[in-house]
């Protein structure tokens, strides 16, 4: 007889999708591990961290140079190797870096260009600009607000993803 392990709220726990600390921590397996990590985390918090840039006062042109400098920053400099669950949350480590990012910035430095040959996270800067319009909020409570509203819209994304591999099935009546 072959038995699954149930979580509390239903689903085998083997497919239990791994934390994003689970993620930060096994990127430190080598390059590509590292590699992967980097591109889901980037592409997970890239317009929180918009929000909190332009919150603080950039253009959108601005804002969108210091996301992608901020991003090939992160990719230069293993970040990943540094980042502690004891010290704190990720989104908290990623906020105080992007305001050390921030400072550190010279107002003149030359913007990377945009693909150069480094694998980009998308931008859809439109949208986002959008939606911020919408939304009163100062930098931290933008970038609070867009993280949870991230986080939901990839839980969405995950249980279609299942259902359409019919992972899950519908409620039982």
């Given at each position: 007889m072959n038995v699954v392990d149930e979580t509390a709220i239903g689903g085998a726990a083997r497919e239990f999708p791994p934390t994003r600390w689970t993620l930060i921590l096994s990127s430190r397996n080598g390059a590509e591990p590292r590699r992967r990590a980097l591109e889901e985390l980037l592409a997970a918090y890239w317009k929180p961290l918009y929000f909190y840039v332009r919150r603080k006062g950039r253009t959108i042109e601005a804002a969108k140079d210091v996301i992608q400098d901020f991003c090939a920053h992160l990719l230069e400099r293993g970040f990943l190797e540094r980042v502690d669950p004891e010290k704190g949350t990720f989104r908290s480590y990623l906020r105080a870096?992007?305001?050390?990012?921030?400072?550190?910035?010279?107002?003149?430095?030359?913007?990377?260009?945009?693909?150069?040959?480094?694998?980009?996270?998308?931008?859809?800067?439109?949208?986002?600009?959008?939606?911020?319009?919408?939304?009163?909020?100062?930098?931290?409570?933008?970038?609070?607000?867009?993280?949870?509203?991230?986080?939901?819209?990839?839980?969405?994304?995950?249980?279609?993803a299942e259902f359409a591999k019919g992972l899950r099935k519908g409620p039982v009546e």
């Open positions: 870096s992007m305001d050390h990012f921030l400072v550190n910035q010279h107002e003149a430095a030359s913007a990377l260009k945009r693909g150069g040959g480094v694998r980009t996270v998308p931008l859809d800067v439109d949208v986002a600009e959008r939606q911020m319009a919408g939304s009163p909020e100062g930098a931290e409570a933008a970038y609070d607000r867009e993280w949870a509203v991230g986080v939901m819209e990839r839980a969405i994304a995950a249980l279609r």
